[in-house]
């Protein structure tokens, strides 16, 4: 256990048992759809959390989380720009968020020193029985409910069936050789992109090289997803940086990232038929409030609703 991890456990802990955080109880399900093993968190009792108004996130100025985050919730300043808290209503143990000290939108694109402390965080959190899954929630259709710049990291297993989406990345690898880069899964029948990350020694001491190689795999997996909806780079130049609301006219994508690999999906809307998805969905893992929720995901199939909120492939 690295010293982030093991100061990730010590807060948690600590903060569950001062009820500074609400770890809310769920049921996982397996679902298996088009190849993929899907998994189904049942969370009633999410039902009951407070919710930001989506709609009112894009057009008011919202209480903000982040700055400053609630001390018993700080982790630890990362580098000089951001902080790492502890998720105040987690599904999943140790779900932490990596926000940016100063205000900056959550519509700025990544840039190389977000991807390298992300990078840097999910090598660290690392143990001997998990590896660490990385989000962002991009823009109004994403997902996203807060407009302060935020990256998000949850713990999974180093099982089959953890995180179906590396099984089906891991899939892919085995059966392409070289494989390309970005590149596409079969599998997923809307456009998304997926880069693969050099496989660096922890051991080893890693620069600003890097945190440009990452900027670079992340540029050409946004171009590579969005170029067929005619959206390029420059879509995003004019985002202002401390603009206090998500802009309804910028594309909206959820990004996953891993030790291995980034995956980025455009999207077009926020919720099919009452169902709200973001980058976890993405992942093969769907949440479900409600009973109702779960019999519709499981009418509708879960890889017909990811492919109803993205673009066709
Ligand atoms: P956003 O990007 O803005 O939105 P989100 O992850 O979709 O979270 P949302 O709040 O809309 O959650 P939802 O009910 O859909 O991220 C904001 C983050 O800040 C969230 O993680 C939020 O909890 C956190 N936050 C809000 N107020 C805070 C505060 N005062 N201090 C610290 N953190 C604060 O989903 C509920 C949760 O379950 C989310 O964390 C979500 O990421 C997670 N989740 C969704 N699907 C899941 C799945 N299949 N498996 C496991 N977890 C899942």
Redesign the pocket.
Known sequence: MTNLSSRVSAVFNKALSNGD?IF?E?I?RHLEDRGMKF???F?PA?AK?P??N?EK?ASARP?N??LP??PN?LIAEVGQHYNL????????RE?V?LCTKAFVN?NILLDGSDLFTLWKCLTDLETEDTMSLA???AGVN??????HK?C?I?PVERNLSALPIDDAIQDYLKSSHPPQSPFQLNILPFRHGVGLLPQIDTGSSVDGTFANELAHIFHSVIESAFEPIGVTLSSWDDVEREAPTLSPSTPSFNFLMTRKWMLLVPRRSDSYEGI??????Y?G???S?SAEEIEKVERIGPMNILKELAFPA
Do not use: E
């Open positions: 955080l809310t769920s996982v998994q189904i968190r969370a999410l959390k919710s930001l989506k996130a209480f989380p982040f985050p609630d919730l808290v502890l998720n105040k209503f987690c599904l999943v779900h968020l959550q989000f962002y929630n994403s997902g996203a409910s807060q407009p935020h998000q949850i709200s998805i973001n980058s976890v969905g992942g893992m769907l949440l409030k």
